[in-house]
């Protein structure tokens, strides 16, 4: 195959293998309507021994307001969480950064963890939906921007 033919070839594999469309990557993450943001995976929740401690965000953590931590969404964010076992739904504020679990996508508040019905389990599987606007300027920061409070154990 000529030079110019190879690239052209490599190129082409290349957009379909780098523009993952409605497709869910490595993360879990999907972008379904290429504005919002959905994620199916585990989640737990924290809240004993942390309430009052001051989380990535700069806020204390409250174990009885409706929040959570993401490793990746913008602090300040609003997510949709359904428990995916009995359809129970609660939306939070993403305040703080985790979770630090292998398997896990998000640390939900104490008082967002008995909305879902997951308090005694620990552990559910959850879709999680952004409800707010993205901004212009929202970056998704990474799991490297945590502070103290951010490397917790998850219950």
Known sequence: MNPIATMSMVAVLSGILITPSF?????????????????????????????????????????NALTAAHRRLPLGSTVMVTNLQNGRSVTVLINDRGPFVPGRVIDLSRAAARDLGMTRSGVARVRIERVDEPSSDDTTADASNTNDAGNLPAF
């Open 23 to 63: 497709a869910e990557t490595a993360s879990g993450d999907r972008n379904a309507d290429n504005d919002g943001f959905s994620q199916v995976g585990k989640a737990s929740w924290y809240g004993p021994g942390l309430h009052g401690r001051q989380t990535a965000s700069g806020d204390s953590f409250d174990q």
